[in-house]
């Protein structure tokens, strides 16, 4: 099978997986919305940067690690090697993850109260924790599949785990209701938990049974160090740009609603516009984006394949095919959002906020969509420095916009910024690509 073929099915097969699971939880968010109010979508948002955090630290950085080497590996014909880079990367990541777990639970209280100011996060936090290690399992696993350009499991265990979160959340309301108990946001965390379980099974399971793995594999300390060698140098760039990246998302994500109330906003009403456009427009303006992001998943490996045999021509014809699509494919959304961003809105989410959100969003489509593509092949290329440097700029601007315009424009002010910080992250991709091709 062609490089072409490969990416063109491997994207298929992710982007229907992605489709399905985006649809499903984007009723699954109405339900969330029209179950808990705003405000209440606004406190489960809240946690999950902290959540994200801690996924980076664990794993987020590995996966992408691993993907690349294992591509690089098995382009050589070194499979035994690749099979030992996933083991090391497993250790790796389960090791870091049990230990944010324990930080994360014995820090609870305070990272509520003093990080993202509502002690009503300190229940949510504690169950939120024992996702970590079964999600850098799964992450792990992943990231070899999309090295060895396998889409099996990852499609399949994405979607074991969205259907799996929504069964069990419905599940608990429904128990919840009978009993006459009050039905909180804890259970949309709890539903997340077994979600993250049930898929991690799910992909060990099958890696397991089709390729043996996991259960056929002798590694010795000899070849640990040097799999560790061959990793860290890239995982290591990765991980830092992860963990920063989500450091900034983390204190964009608290400041939001504390300069919103500068706004003459109270408490309450700064958390459910918050809660409206991290948990009702963005979901709709990245639901779209499964198809660059499955394309950007067999991209990286793809160009990492190709920089091994030292092929300009074919480097840059895949690089424009890719980036050209993805930005038809954001000029065609943005239209779609502009004409029906009010209804979806008003008639799917009840909120004619989130349709105004929904509308003002749609402009950064064309370079949110395409950078997803852009920043993949620089990892590809090996510069994971230069994806931190460009993801850091673009938060920057955005974090600048949380605290100077928020104040004086209200939310329009931090929309605004997210769009200024799309397209210089798309110039500033633009002018590395042509730099190192």
């Given amino acids: 099978m062609s490089r072409k073929q490969t990416i063109i099915r491997g994207t298929f097969i992710l982007t229907a997986t992605g489709f399905l699971c985006r649809f499903m939880g984007f009723f699954y968010r109405i ?65 870091l993850s049990c230990a944010c777990v324990l930080i994360l639970q014995g820090n609870a209280a305070y990272i509520a109260e003093k990080l993202l100011g509502d002690a009503r996060c300190e229940p949510l936090l504690i169950p939120l924790s024992y996702a970590l290690p079964f999600a850098a399992i799964h992450s792990c696993i992943c990231g070899y599949c999309y090295g060895m350009k396998e889409t099996k499991i990852p499609a399949l265990s994405q979607v074991v785990e969205q259907v799996t979160r929504i069964i069990s959340v419905y599940v608990f309301y429904l128990i919840l209701m009978k009993k006459g108990d009050d039905v909180t946001i804890t259970i949309a965390v709890l539903g997340l938990v077994i979600g993250e379980m049930l898929s991690a099974l799910y992909a060990a399971k099958s890696l397991t049974r089709s390729s043996h793995v996991l259960s056929h594999l002798n590694i010795t300390y000899t070849d640990f160090v040097h799999r560790f060698r061959e990793l860290m140098p890239l995982s290591l ?34 958390l459910s516009i918050y809660g409206v456009l991290t948990g009702m427009a963005l979901p709709c303006i990245l639901f779209p984006s499964a198809i660059t992001s499955s394309i950007s998943i067999m991209l990286m490996p ?100 949380v605290f100077a315009a928020i104040p004086l424009f209200g939310i329009q002010g931090y929309l605004w910024g997210m769009l200024a910080s799309q397209l210089i992250v798309s110039i500033c991709a633009g002018i590395v690509l042509k730099k190192e091709i």
Avoid at 243 to 268: D, F, G, K, M
Wanted: net charge positive; proline share 2%.
């Fill in 302 to 401: 793809t160009v990492a394949e190709i920089q091994t045999t030292d092929n300009r021509d074919d480097m840059v014809n895949i690089i424009k095919k890719v980036a050209g699509s993805c930005f038809i494919l954001g000029l065609s959304c943005c239209f779609i959002f502009l004409v029906l961003g009010n209804w979806m809105g008003t008639v799917l989410f009840g909120s004619s906020t989130a349709g105004k959100f929904i509308i003002t969003l749609a402009w950064m489509c064309p370079f949110l969509y395409t950078n997803s593509a852009l920043l993949s092949v620089i990892n590809g290329l090996g510069k994971t420095a230069y994806t931190f440097l460009i993801n850091s700029l673009g938060l920057l601007i955005r974090i600048g916009s």
């Fill in 237 to 270: 760039p990765l991980t830092a740009n992860r963990v920063l990246i989500n450091l900034l998302q983390s204190i964009e994500a608290i400041s939001i609603p504390a300069r919103l109330q500068l706004y003459n906003h109270s408490t309450s009403e700064a």
């Fill in 31 to 95: 339900f969330l919305s029209h179950t808990f109010g705003e405000e209440g979508v606004g406190l489960y948002q809240l946690i999950f940067p902290v959540y994200s955090l801690c996924f980076a630290l664990t794993a987020a950085g590995l996966e992408t690690a691993i993907s690349r080497t294992v591509a690089q590996k098995v382009s050589l014909g070194r499979k035994k090697e690749a099979r030992q880079i996933l083991m090391l990367g497993l250790v790796l990541s389960v090791l």
